[in-house]
């Protein structure tokens, strides 16, 4: 185990341990420890937003706009006559197009750079449970 997944594993059992204590118990430098504390409380607040989100969309009794009638980010893939997820989609089992959403779900929310990489997490999602 890498001293990034040492402290990692620390902050699942521990996830409000501070850096200090992080540093102290996994013998990494604080600045180490810090930088992953941190990212850590980024990830945790990131997937709050989503499942907040997830959870007004499904608890509202409102179904919500389907996620092929929106996009995030431009329209390049409004303009063409197929959007690619829907090519997907027909081509893939379901499980592999669900796996496909997911992981688009987590890239977004794992390189957020702002609302913008949050929104396009979101709308994966929504795909996501409209699929199942």
């Known amino acids: 185990m890498n001293k990034a997944d040492t402290v990692r594993s620390y902050l699942k059992t521990n996830p409000d341990a501070s850096p200090t204590m992080a540093a102290k118990v996994t013998g990494v430098s604080y600045g180490y420890a810090y ?29 919500p706009r389907p996620a092929s009638l929106r996009q995030v980010g431009g329209t390049h893939y409004k303009t063409l006559s197929v959007e690619p997820w829907d090519a997907m989609q027909a081509w893939m089992t379901e499980e592999e197009f669900s796996g496909y959403l997911k992981g688009n779900v987590i890239k977004y929310l794992a390189r957020t750079k702002g609302n913008d990489d949050l929104e396009k997490a979101d709308h994966y999602m929504q795909k996501l449970l409209e699929v199942k």
Do not use: D, L, M
Request: hydrophobic residues 30%; proline residues 0%; positive net charge.
């Open 35 to 63: 930088k992953i504390v941190k990212q850590e409380q980024a990830n945790r607040a990131r997937a709050e937003v989503v499942t907040k989100h997830v959870e007004e969309a499904t608890s509202t009794g409102k179904k």
